[in-house]
């Protein structure tokens, strides 16, 4: 249970940092019967789709491994979901990773275009 508060954590200090980076935010934990987006956000005419994964040390790997390609898959097709129940299939759009590795917003690395 510890882990899952400390992960709605890092979700929370990822929604503030691209707040403060000027983003909108659309949705957090946007769920659907098929997969869950952490954030959806949106920067000038582009939704961003933002996985997050918060870790408190490195001793297991960097954050964004475990970013696989099933978890690419789900999130696409959440993002599709999303666009299509919206009417947004023409919109453009990104995917986007928060790696928290730690407790504070300086342990923040943000990739644009992640996959």
Not at 34 to 50: P, S
Request: proline share 1%; with cysteine; aromatic share 10%.
């Amino acid at each position: 249970m510890e882990h899952i508060l400390f992960g709605k954590k890092g979700e929370a200090l990822a929604t503030t940092y691209l707040k403060n980076k000027g983003y909108k935010i659309i949705a957090n934990n946007y769920k659907t019967k098929i997969g869950e987006i952490d954030i959806i956000a949106q920067i000038d005419n582009t939704i961003v789709f933002v996985e997050v994964k918060t870790r408190t040390s490195s001793a297991f790997g960097d954050p964004l491994e475990a970013i696989n390609y099933q978890k690419q898959r789900k999130i696409r097709n959440v993002a599709t979901y999303y666009l299509k129940s919206k009417g947004l299939l023409d919109t453009n759009c990104r995917f986007d990773a928060i790696a928290v590795l730690g407790d504070d917003e300086a342990s923040i690395r943000h990739i644009e275009n992640a996959f």
